[in-house]
Nanobody, 121 residues
Framework: VQLQASGGGLVQAGGSLKLSCAASGRTFNYATGWFRQAPGREREFVAAISWSGGVTNYADSVKGRFTISRDNAKTTVFLQMDSLKPEDTAVYYC????????????????WGQGTLVTVSS
């Protein structure tokens, strides 16, 4: 599976961005997660979605502000980010797992290259 993350950019606090994670290759029966890493900090879980789209998980810090979804073809996963805060600034990575929409990065096998999100105050 190859993953391509896109959609990052510069936005003011309170604004919105929508990230995309496009998959190619063996693109079936896997969960997709989004993680982020800010400068000087460890990578952290953001959100994840099951293959069917019926199960989602969110980090407490983004609940109510971010929404993860899949397209009908199940080849692209989106992360809609609203009410962005400066502390959301990070490189965002998408990853795929065959063990469900876990919050643990250990179960994710394939990783995209990352897309930078910068939120100005």
């Amino acid at each position: 599976v190859q993953l391509q993350a896109s959609g990052g950019g510069l936005v003011q606090a309170g604004g919105s961005l929508k990230l995309s994670c496009a998959a190619s290759g063996r693109t079936f029966n896997y969960a997709t997660g989004w993680f982020r890493q800010a400068p000087g900090r460890e990578r952290e879980f953001v959100a994840a979605i099951s293959w069917s789209g019926g199960v989602t998980n969110y980090a407490d810090s983004v609940k109510g502000r971010f929404t993860i979804s899949r397209d009908n073809a199940k080849t692209t996963v989106f992360l809609q980010m609203d009410s962005l805060k400066p502390e959301d600034t990070a490189v965002y990575y998408c990853a795929s797992s065959y063990t469900g929409p876990s919050k643990s990065s250990d179960v994710y096998i394939y990783w995209g290259q990352g897309t930078l999100v910068t939120v100005s105050s």
